[in-house]
């Protein structure tokens, strides 16, 4: 199950890196829903810090989000 997540995550966070460019509000929020599964497969793979990056990532995006028009 967790490949599968990885499987998803890691396509997931191609896409919106994609759309960040060319539809900037999907794209940041498809960042933020992506990034809070990298978390949670990081921290299952008992990787904190590499874990805490994602939620780092999940604040920069969720606040990239907000700020577009």
Same mark, same amino acid.
């Given at each position: 199950?967790?490949?599968? !997540?990885e ?6 966070? !191609? +896409?919106? &890196? ?8 999907? #794209?940041? $929020?498809?960042? $933020? +829903? &992506?990034?809070? !599964?990298?978390? *949670? @497969?990081?921290? *299952?793979? #008992? !990787?904190i $810090? @590499?874990? @805490? &990056? #994602? ?9 990239? $989000? +907000?700020?577009i028009?």
């Amino acid at each position: 199950m967790i490949k599968i !997540l990885e499987i998803i995550c890691s396509i997931g966070l !191609l +896409v919106s &890196t994609y759309f960040c460019g060319h539809k900037p509000k999907v #794209g940041w $929020f498809m960042f $933020f +829903v &992506t990034n809070i !599964l990298y978390a *949670y @497969i990081m921290f *299952y793979k #008992g !990787l904190i $810090f @590499i874990g @805490i &990056t #994602g939620i780092i990532l999940c604040i920069i995006s969720f606040r990239n $989000f +907000v700020r577009i028009k």
